[in-house]
């Protein structure tokens, strides 16, 4: 049921609503009360009641921290006239795709994929593997010697090009299992993530879907899907003995499907591993939670011990997990970074700014993250005070 401006689409799930906002894709749970109120706030007419549910009226102060809540959400107010057109330079999408005829078998191709079918398909690749292994063990020897070489310009091209294939295949996993359990999916592109291009999809449309596991098993399928084409490529090397350069780009790309797989199945930052967690515990909002509680903690604030939410200690404890994770990619970041400036071979002066400029990043993009989440922080004891 799609709101009159067009801005909003309101899904009735049991007894709740799914209310998306139809420009930034995100979706938000309502009661019968606060969707009556958002409607109110809309001018539109009376949103329909589930069965056998009365409506008692908000207070004063529920109606005033609500429509706080809309105007950050972007349902209602200048948020919800600027949409997408406020963009981040950190986070900013350059092309998308919607529902056009090849993107659409593209996903309905893969949806076949994420089921039963596909499980069984990855089990069958899993065995073959083991056994290309053991039969080509010394052509595999051979590959891993022809690969780690002396690190090479055309070496680190090649592995952007493979993550940039890898992308697109994990992103497909996560829109066909959304298309299986929903019939609807959102859109796919590619956007600038802090300085790089990467793919992103929005399958925001699962939460139609009133059961939890469907949520995880979209959460799982992008990194089912990089499993997959580790485990095809291992299988490929025999077959290009003969070519060494081939058999290199074959082994780093499967390599690198294998690292996708483990990378994204950690839970301490907002990958697919974070998503499962998310959607096993059902506690909206559970990073930002998290990192607050943390903070407040950490910081012996002294609202910590005021708040009422429910194993606090335990969303603290993950919270501190997440602190120390970003603190810990900065880390590799910056090594990084500094074997890339070596691979120049700068002069002494310019390896030296270049360490400046690097630690200047750092402190900056840390500095903020600590900040932004010591905001949250605050904005949550207003609301649990409000409440």
């Known amino acids: 049921m799609l709101s009159k401006n067009k801005k909003l689409d ?3 799930v049991d007894d709740c609503f799914m209310v998306k906002n139809c420009r930034t894709g995100k979706y938000v749970k309502l009661g019968s009360r606060e969707t009556q109120f958002l409607y109110d706030l809309l001018g539109e007419e009376v949103v329909p009641v589930p069965a056998g549910k009365d409506m008692p009226s908000l207070s004063l102060e529920e109606k005033s921290f609500l429509q706080s809540k809309f105007e950050q959400f972007g349902f209602v107010g200048e948020a919800a ?12 999408s350059i092309v998308s795709f919607g529902n056009n005829r090849i993107y659409k078998k593209w996903i309905s191709f893969w949806a076949g994929f994420i089921s039963k079918r596909g499980l069984v398909l990855l089990l069958i690749s899993f065995a073959a593997m083991l056994f290309m292994v053991e039969r080509f063990y010394p052509v595999y020897m051979h590959a891993v010697a022809a690969t780690v070489t002396e690190m090479r310009w055309s070496t680190m091209i090649t592995m ?4 940039l294939i890898s992308g697109i295949f994990h992103e497909s996993g996560h829109l066909a299992a959304c298309w299986n359990f929903t019939g609807m999916y959102g859109r796919f592109g590619l956007k600038i993530y802090f300085g790089f291009p990467a793919f992103y999809s929005d399958v925001s449309d699962i939460y139609q879907s009133s059961r939890r596991i469907h949520g995880i098993i979209t959460a799982f399928a992008g990194v089912l899907m990089n499993l997959e084409l580790f485990f095809l490529s291992i299988c490929l090397i025999p077959a290009f003995d003969r070519y060494e350069g081939i058999m290199a780009c074959v082994l780093m790309f499967g390599g690198f499907n294998l690292c996708s797989f483990i990378v994204n199945l950690i839970p301490f930052a907002k990958f697919d591993g974070y998503w499962v967690v998310r959607n096993s515990c059902g506690i909206n909002y559970l990073y ?9 903690f950490l910081l012996r604030h002294s609202s910590y011990s005021m708040l009422q939410e429910r194993k606090k200690g335990l969303l603290a404890l993950y919270g501190a997990a997440c602190l120390a994770y970003s603190v ?28 400046i400029l690097l630690w200047i ?3 900056v993009g840390e500095g903020s993250f600590c900040i932004k989440y010591y905001s949250k922080a605050r904005d949550y004891i207003g609301e649990n005070i409000a409440h």
Not at 82 to 88: D, F, L
Request: charged share 20%; with cysteine; aromatic share 16%.
């Open 328 to 355: 810990c990619l900065w880390y590799l970041f910056a090594g990084a970074v500094t074997t890339y400036l070596r691979l120049l071979k700068l002069s002494d002066s310019g390896m030296q700014m270049g360490r």
């Open 361 to 363: 990043v750092i402190l």
């Open 288 to 296: 930002d939670k998290a990192v607050s509680f943390a903070m407040l």
């Open 160 to 163: 952007y090009v493979i993550y």
């Open 81 to 92: 006239d600027a949409g997408r057109g406020r963009r981040s330079i950190f986070d900013c």
């Open 10 to 12: 309101f899904t009735m």
